[in-house]
Nanobody, 115 residues
């Protein structure tokens, strides 16, 4: 089994920054991708940023230029640096890991951006 633990969420004013972390542990094999998703109240869970095993990244249009995904392979930790935050970024942010044995989700961390 794989465990993912997110941290770093909180309350921030519009224009501020936060850095989320996702620590992976357990039966980690060859990771295909690690990703960030978010879900706002009453809305579906959407992709925010992805990073492949080769380091390729992809971002949702709404966060391009403001968010940066990165990974520390030695620590099996994924990061999401969020800058110029907007109220519409308010959501629960989830980490997702994809490997041959399946897809794993963290429990989520709340990010609230006040106007």
């Amino acid at each position: 089994q794989v465990q993912l633990v997110e941290s770093g969420g909180g309350l921030v004013q519009a224009g501020g920054s936060l850095r989320l972390s996702c620590a992976a542990s357990g039966a980690i094999l060859r990771i295909n991708a690690m990703e960030w998703y978010r879900q706002a109240p009453g809305k579906q869970r959407d992709m925010v940023a992805t990073m492949s095993s080769g380091g390729s990244t992809n971002y949702a249009n709404s966060v391009k230029g403001r968010f940066t995904i990165s990974r520390d392979n030695a620590k099996n930790t994924l990061y999401l640096q969020m800058r110029s935050l907007k109220p519409e970024d308010t959501a629960v942010y989830y980490c997702r890991l994809v490997q041959a044995t399946g897809i794993y989700w963290g429990q989520g961390t709340q990010v609230t951006v006040s106007s």
